[in-house]
């Protein structure tokens, strides 16, 4: 293909590589990216079963790109940059892993040809993971996390061994937490999925390529009989055009939904100061909360001496009709958070803004509070933060991915330390 087409604004190069059902090309303006154009093309069993399917690359596409906004938006690493056309992305440029990754809720399709004895929809808890190795000749071929790491891959500089293993086994298993909990909120049960991953030129492991309806079994309100993925494709003994159209339709119903999803901006933390000379205690809670992606409100009322207002701001809240978590900002006789905790049944948590002179005798009006009361007291703005998102995250699953994420990362971040540390020994 000739260096002037365009694919939307972007001027395309050299053919990079060709899928199945994609293809890859290079980027003159922007090396460090390519991009990805998806085919009118559908296909099963390595291939041997295919189809042209015209408008399949235009949902393809819708598809993976909302799910990979998603992903970035709670900061799972992946390659994706931005939509660039109906059909087309940009995509960093990695080195591709040769394995999928298979995560499964429930058991079905080879997993039951796998292992017989195992009943259709066996609930795997925790998630049940698997690799295949990328082989269309021997029909990518089960492999185990030993086999991988005796591989020896190396992907810009990067060596695929026991800790990448197990980063990129922990990161796909976190990819279908987040996906399901997004379609739980369609009424959808994701009930199996596959992914790629791939190092890019930092030498970090990024979920790359696409996922799409091509990648995932899906089951509207949890009946196989209503599944919208490839596998009505697969299950086709014969062809026709009607055939094709109604895949198609399913693929659209998924696009459809993903560009419906209800935007979970439905709470609220609001930080209440006893005193505004505690603003700078409460902008550290105000950040740790902003990072998990929290919605926040800074507030100074003393329960002491103006209960009455007090009192309004927690009506004002609870008439919001909207989740509520409560952090209360007062040291010395801290009459705040139990206050509040004695006139709202939202969660409330003792923050006191304590100094190492008063920190034993200060804290211990926030612990000691009256029977009947439900107020928590933590000492750090960070851990406060948290245990509001964890109050939110029961029901909002942008936050529950950050906390996820969050605790992922330290597999990513402490291994490495590990390392750097024995090497300088």
């Known amino acids: 293909m000739a260096d002037s087409k365009l694919v939307g604004d972007c001027k395309i190069g ?54 990979f906004e998603i992903l970035n938006s709670v900061g799972v690493p992946t390659s994706f940059v931005k939509a660039v056309s109906d059909s087309a992305f940009i995509s960093k440029k990695c080195e591709m892993i040769p394995i999928e990754w298979v995560t499964r809720r429930l058991a079905t399709g080879s997993f039951l040809n796998r292992h017989p004895g195992v009943k259709e929809g066996y609930r795997f808890a925790p998630i049940k993971r698997e690799t295949f190795f990328k082989d269309d000749a021997n029909h990518d071929p089960q492999w185990s996390d030993e086999q991988i790491i005796s591989a020896e891959f190396k992907f810009n500089g990067l060596l695929i061994g026991e800790k990448e293993v197990d980063y990129m086994s922990r990161l796909s298993i976190l990819v279908f937490e987040i996906l399901e909990k997004v379609w739980q909120t369609r ?36 009946d196989k009989r209503l599944m919208v993925d490839k596998q009505v494709y697969r299950n086709l003994a014969t062809v026709t055009d009607k055939d094709l159209d109604t895949v198609k339709r399913n693929f659209e119903w998924v696009a459809d939904q993903l560009d419906h999803l209800l935007p979970p901006s439905d709470h609220l933390v609001v930080i209440l100061m006893g005193s ?14 902003e990072e998990l992606g929290l919605d926040v409100e800074i507030r100074v009322s003393s329960a002491h001496k103006t209960t009455e207002t007090t009192l309004r701001i927690i ?31 939202f969660p409330v948590i003792n923050c006191p803004p304590l100094t190492k002179e008063d920190i034993d005798r200060d804290i211990w009006s926030s612990l000691n509070v009256p029977s009947g009361l439900g107020c928590s007291t933590v000492v750090y703005p960070e851990t406060a933060a948290l245990a509001a998102a964890q109050s939110i995250a029961l029901s909002n699953y942008l ?15 402490l291994p490495r330390a590990d390392e750097e540390m024995r090497n300088s020994n």
């Open 315 to 345: 009506s004002h809240y609870e008439s919001l009709n909207i989740k509520i978590v409560f952090i209360a900002v007062a040291g010395r006789s801290n009459g705040l958070g139990p206050v509040i905790s004695g006139n709202t049944d």
């Open 14 to 67: 050299k053919l990079i590589i060709e899928g199945k059902t994609k293809q890859v090309y290079e980027l003159p303006s922007d090396p460090g990216n390519c991009l990805l154009l998806s085919k009118d093309r559908i296909t099963a069993g390595d291939g041997v079963k295919a189809h042209d399917l015209k408008g399949k690359a235009v949902v393809s596409n819708k598809t993976t790109c909302k799910v």
């Open 276 to 289: 505004s000379s505690d603003k700078d205690h409460c902008n550290k809670i105000r950040k740790y909360c």
């Open 399 to 413: 936050v529950w991915s950050r906390l996820r994420v969050r605790r992922l990362n330290n597999h990513k971040t």
């Open 187 to 222: 009424n959808c049960a994701l009930i199996d999925m596959k992914i790629e991953f791939g190092v890019d030129s930092n030498g970090d492991i990024i979920v790359a390529d696409v996922i799409d309806s091509d990648s995932w079994r899906l089951w509207p309100s949890g």
